[in-house]
């Protein structure tokens, strides 16, 4: 029903720095919060950063003050902009998305994009 197709990955040394873009689209009638997550190799995914529709933000502490996240409601577009890129950043960057997709549904559903690597060389 909706497809998030996220670009921007790619191998990067350290203290460089990566956008990645996520679009949603499909049967969407509205976009909740929004999130990056990323999993490294023999790691549980995490959570790196989300934004709620009115533009609230929260962020790992792991990642606060070099990452940005941002979003454009009227494209349905996700952003996270990294700066400051470390070797331990490296992993599969996700975008997340919570939707509702017709006016009458009174629940969320989540989804997941296919998944962007960021490789971060020392």
């Known amino acids: 029903q909706v497809q998030l197709v996220e670009l921007g990955g790619g191998l990067v040394q350290a203290g460089g720095s990566l956008t990645l873009s996520c679009a949603a689209s499909?049967?969407?009638?509205?976009?909740?919060?929004m999130g990056w997550y990323r999993q490294a190799p023999g790691k549980q995914r995490e959570l790196v950063a989300s934004?709620?529709?009115?533009?609230?933000?929260n962020y790992a502490d792991s990642v606060k003050g070099r990452f940005t996240i941002s979003r454009d409601n009227a494209k349905r577009s996700l952003y996270l902009q990294m700066n400051s890129l470390k070797p331990g950043d490296t992993a599969v960057y996700y975008c997340?998305?919570?939707?509702?997709?017709?006016?009458?549904?009174?629940?969320?559903?989540?989804?997941w994009g296919q998944g962007t690597q960021v490789t971060v060389s020392s």
């Open positions: 997340n998305a919570r939707v509702i997709n017709v006016a009458s549904q009174r629940y969320e559903n989540s989804y």
């Open positions: 499909g049967i969407i009638f509205e976009i909740n919060d």
């Open positions: 934004i709620t529709s009115s533009g609230n933000t």
